[in-house]
């Protein structure tokens, strides 16, 4: 059980972190129309949030080893719908950093990928107040 803990936790720690700084830093350079920071920053989202969901694993594997109905308190219920909302939303700055790359490779002068930095701004700061509101229900509930 320490290990699933330490798992879940290590997963958390290493990251939702890289998610959170590289899609709050891809307004700025979608402004600076550095392509190909833009096109790491795409690729550290999709790598980040395919092992952010070890995070989501390691804790529900931990909740059924612990038993006691610990998936059933209403924090837990909350912080997985949460969860799962937060990889719906990284879902979608996934494909608008995709269209930001394509928008500011293409040869056309007026598509500068403002529609896609507007959106990506809203929401990544969407993400990052889920990431805390979880945060917030795994420590003080209890």
């Known amino acids: 059980m320490d290990l699933l803990l ?3 936790i290590g997963f958390a720690i290493f990251t939702i ?3 959170t700084a590289a899609t709050m830093a891809a307004p700025r350079v979608i402004r600076n129309k550095n392509v190909p920071a833009l096109q790491f920053i795409q690729r550290t989202t999709r790598i980040y949030s395919i092992g952010a969901l070890g995070v989501f694993v390691f804790g529900l594997v931990l909740g059924i080893v612990m038993g ?5 308190r209403w924090y837990m219920s909350a912080s997985m719908t949460l969860f799962i ?3 719906v939303l990284l879902v979608i700055i996934d494909r608008d ?3 930001a790359v394509r928008a500011l490779t ?7 990928a403002q529609v896609q930095n507007g959106r990506i701004a809203a929401i990544s700061g969407l993400v990052s107040v889920i990431w805390l509101v979880i945060l917030f229900l795994m420590v003080v509930p209890e």
Request: aromatic share 4%; no cysteine.
């Open 6 to 8: 330490w798992l879940h």
């Open 17 to 19: 972190g890289p998610i």
């Open 68 to 72: 006691g109905g610990i998936l059933g």
């Open 85 to 87: 909302v937060a990889a």
């Open 97 to 99: 950093l995709r269209a």
């Open 106 to 112: 293409s040869e056309s002068a007026e598509d500068d």
